[in-house]
């Protein structure tokens, strides 16, 4: 679309009067994390600003959604989606704006997946496209999404009648900070976060005195029977160019050294991209369970839930080649190519519920001269804190900027006219 550059620069050459705000509210957000289901504070504050420039704002969708439209005219709509909530981290950044704040329960809270940049990122596109309404043509929704990590912040928006309650988007966008060098959007098409489900495998023995294990079933030896076991999936069973992971990541029984206990439980979490490979471990996982607990002279068969749930995030070919091709034009060597991620979203649910296309793309938010001097040592892993660490530190320029950018850009990919 030739308009979008052109459109996009005249939007942006606005940023400058809006950078020192934006920032400011980036370390207001940052130092006041919430969880998910609880963004009272965020969403309050985001609706305050829709409404402050002139969208139609929709508050407590799901909770603590909020939703603001922008109608602009006739043409296509864009829906661009950011998360808000933060995790129950004790933050270690030493940043002068880090968080101190507690939950209900006087647990730690941290931004430490970086949604407080997708928050203000989106509050500055839209208000940019608020403020320069000559360069395009359409309808914008900002939509601020809850309790991305718990994984039911989308549904429950869904579920409270979001797509009643708003226009229907032709697409669907959304954008998430990752640890590549800050002033790079990185795109992919096809698949490109896993779908991810948490199994809960109880499995039973007979319990007894430590002295006398023939006199009982041990839980202990089945449930370490079943994790080796279990490592043999993805090595032996999936195919090897297909990428998968499972991790036992949890595994309790008993509570004294001489006491064979009645019951072991673990709880594990499985990555796939794709739903042939997805079945194929959550039928493996059954079938070795009940093997091993069979093997061991179980009294009852396990018990096996699926809990926490993510789809995979497959990009539409065809909208992740018209950003792509945008992002090229505007940002050209900044712009590349996203590496496929272990990492899971629910954001997918909000195209799907209206019908529309979808893509979802990276921006990187390490500071580029510390991530090359890592790159050049071999030591990106150890040095540069990623989401979900205790230590992960956006830097807020050029991160911010690029993240506004970016959005406008791709909204404009649609929305955008030619200049007179
Ligand atoms: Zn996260
Ligand atoms: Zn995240």
Not at 179 to 198: E, H, M
Not at 229 to 253: K, M
Not at 257 to 276: C, F, H, K, M
Request: hydrophobic share 40%.
């Amino acid at each position: 679309m030739s308009g979008g550059k052109t459109s996009a620069s005249r939007v942006l050459a606005e940023l400058d009067t809006i950078r020192a705000d934006l920032e400011d509210c980036y370390r207001d957000v940052h130092a006041h994390p919430e969880l998910g289901h609880q963004e009272r504070r965020t969403s309050a504050k985001v609706a305050g600003r829709l409404r402050a420039c002139g969208y139609e704002v929709h508050e407590h969708v799901g909770g603590t959604g909020v939703v603001g439209v922008l109608v602009n005219g006739t043409g296509p709509g864009v829906l661009f989606r950011a998360d808000m909530d933060a995790l129950p981290i004790k933050e270690r950044t030493g940043l002068p704006y880090a968080s101190t704040a507690t939950d209900g329960d006087g647990r730690p809270v941290m931004h430490a997946c970086g949604h407080d940049m997708h928050v203000t990122c989106l509050l500055g596109a839209a208000r940019l496209l608020a403020q320069v309404k000559d360069a395009w043509s359409g309808t914008f929704i900002a939509l601020f999404q809850p309790a991305e990590e718990p994984g039911d912040g989308a549904d429950r928006m869904i579920a409270d009648g979001l797509t009643d309650r708003v226009p229907r988007p032709d697409v669907c966008l959304a954008q998430h900070v990752l640890p590549y060098p800050a002033g790079r959007v990185l795109t992919r098409p096809g698949p490109t976060l896993s779908a991810a489900d948490n199994y809960r495998v109880t499995v039973y023995g007979r319990s007894a005195h430590g002295s006398a294990p023939d006199k009982g079933v041990d839980p202990v030896v089945m449930a370490s029977m079943l994790v080796v076991r279990l490592q043999t999936v993805v090595s032996r069973e999936v195919a090897p160019l297909s990428p998968a992971v499972l991790t036992v990541g949890s595994i309790h029984a008993g509570t004294n050294p001489n006491n064979i206990p009645e019951s072991a439980e673990i709880q594990l979490n499985v990555r796939t991209y794709g739903d042939d490979v997805r079945h194929q471990i959550a039928d493996a996982i059954t079938r070795i369970a009940k093997a091993e607990s069979a093997a061991s002279n179980s009294p009852r068969p396990p018990g096996i839930d699926r809990f926490g749930s993510f789809p995979p995030t497959v990009n539409d070919e065809k909208t992740t080649e018209t950003i792509t091709t945008a992002f090229s034009g505007f940002f050209a060597d900044r712009a590349g190519a996203l590496d496929l991620q272990t990492a899971s979203e629910d954001f997918s649910e909000i195209p799907k519920a209206f019908g529309v296309p979808f893509t979802y793309w990276g921006i990187g938010c390490v500071d580029p001269a510390a991530y090359e001097a890592a790159a050049r040592r071999g030591t990106l892993a150890t040095d540069i804190p990623v989401n979900h660490s205790a230590a992960f530190a956006p830097v807020i320029q050029p991160t911010l900027d690029t993240g506004v950018q970016a959005a406008v850009v791709a909204a404009l990919a649609y929305l955008g006219t030619e200049q007179e």
